[in-house]
Nanobody, 125 residues
Framework: QVQLVESGGGSVQAGGSLRLSCAASGFISWRNCIAWFRQALGKEREGIAQIGGGTTDYADSAKGRFTASRDNAKNTLSLQMNSLKPEDTAVYYC????????????????????WGQGTQVTVSS
């Protein structure tokens, strides 16, 4: 069993920064994929970044502004978000899958087996 707990969400003005963290417990393998997703009100869930096996993939919306990192020794995943925009407002989720990252199709999150409860990020203009 894997448990994921996100933290670090909050409210920030446009242009500001936030750092999200995800603490993972249970049997976590560095080879398996762990990722950040978000879901805005009334919109579909969107993959932001995934890390596994030494590679990191980003959604186009995150490239250049967000940086995901993974500490395998501490079983933590972080997401540094800079230059935040109002359209980044969403609930952000950490997710883990029991196998390697699928680098061609991952944005929906359907392949991920475990999810955290989410943390709200609100960006005001």
């Amino acid at each position: 069993q894997v448990q994921l707990v996100e933290s670090g969400g909050g409210s920030v003005q446009a242009g500001g920064s936030l750092r999200l963290s995800c603490a993972a417990s249970g049997f976590i393998s560095w080879r398996n994929c762990i990722a950040w997703f978000r879901q805005a009100l009334g919109k579909e869930r969107e993959g932001i970044a995934q890390i596994g096996g030494g590679t990191t993939d980003y959604a186009d919306s995150a490239k250049g502004r967000f940086t995901a990192s993974r500490d395998n020794a501490k079983n933590t995943l972080s997401l540094q978000m800079n230059s935040l925009k109002p359209e980044d407002t969403a609930v952000y989720y950490c997710a883990y899958r029991l196998d390697a990252c699928d680098r061609t199709s991952w944005s929906t999150g359907a392949q991920f087996h475990y999810w955290g409860q989410g943390t709200q990020v609100t960006v005001s203009s």
